[in-house]
């Protein structure tokens, strides 16, 4: 299956190219939105995190039983969706010390440019999240996650539990599994290689740095 980095990427640049169609102001999307997309593409595999700790516990010993199930259904993005709609209009802002200040200046929505008279009495409260936006953003990274996974390995059940029907593409399935997954790093260390090559020829780079 497609490692880590490449649905950390494929989430993230994808989100990027979709704020450009919907923001024709030529506006970037906030950092830590494109940061949370990017994540949002890892969260369905947190069923592994679920199996070690059950492991852990004795219940389970076969990865399969929870792996693909759940997090891996389409109602799973769908139901992070319809949570994202109803919490639309809840914010809440971050307070932090001035030490902090520039690091969560890259991964926060700034809600005031101006420098906060607070910042230096050593608590700022400059930032504010839209939960119901990070929601959203991240059932986006989760259906990417999904459908990354149906295109380059295996196959999906998109309506689990309810439904046990399998989709999937089957491109890699000449492919014995030993290799399959050498193939899955392989692309894994090329994406991160060529995405860190645009980053310094574009210059973007500095906005991680």
């Known amino acids: ?5 490449t649905h950390f990427i494929f989430s993230l640049v994808l989100f990027t190219i ?12 906030p950092l830590f939105y494109a940061l949370i997309a990017g994540l949002g593409g890892l969260v369905p595999d947190l069923d592994y995190a679920l199996f070690w700790f059950m492991y852990s516990l004795k219940y389970l010993s076969d990865v399969d039983i929870v792996h693909r199930t759940f ?6 993005p769908l139901a992070l969706s319809l949570i994202a709609f109803a919490l639309m ?9 001035k030490k902090l ?9 700034r809600t005031n440019k101006t420098t906060n008279p607070n910042l230096k009495k050593g608590v700022c409260s400059l930032y504010q999240i839209n939960v119901g936006a990070v ?18 390995s295996g196959y999906i059940r998109p309506l689990y ?15 014995k599994p030993d290799l399959r997954q050498q193939l899955m790093a392989t692309l894994d ?18 906005r991680l740095i």
Do not use: C
């Open 135 to 152: 929601l959203a953003i991240v059932a986006f990274g989760s259906l990417t996650h999904i459908v990354l996974d149906a295109v380059l």
């Open 18 to 29: 979709v704020w450009s169609f919907t923001h024709r102001n030529g506006k970037r999307p």
């Open 89 to 97: 209009r809840v914010r809440f802002k971050i307070k932090h010390y």
């Open 1 to 5: 299956m497609p490692q880590a980095i």
């Open 189 to 206: 260390g090329l994406i991160f290689v060529f995405w860190i090559i645009y980053l310094a020829l574009t210059k973007r780079i500095q």
């Open 101 to 109: 200040f520039e690091f969560l200046e890259f991964f926060s929505q």
């Open 71 to 76: 997090t891996h259904s389409l109602l799973f």
């Open 161 to 175: 539990p309810f439904f046990s029907i399998e989709v999937g593409t089957g491109l890699l399935d000449g492919i």
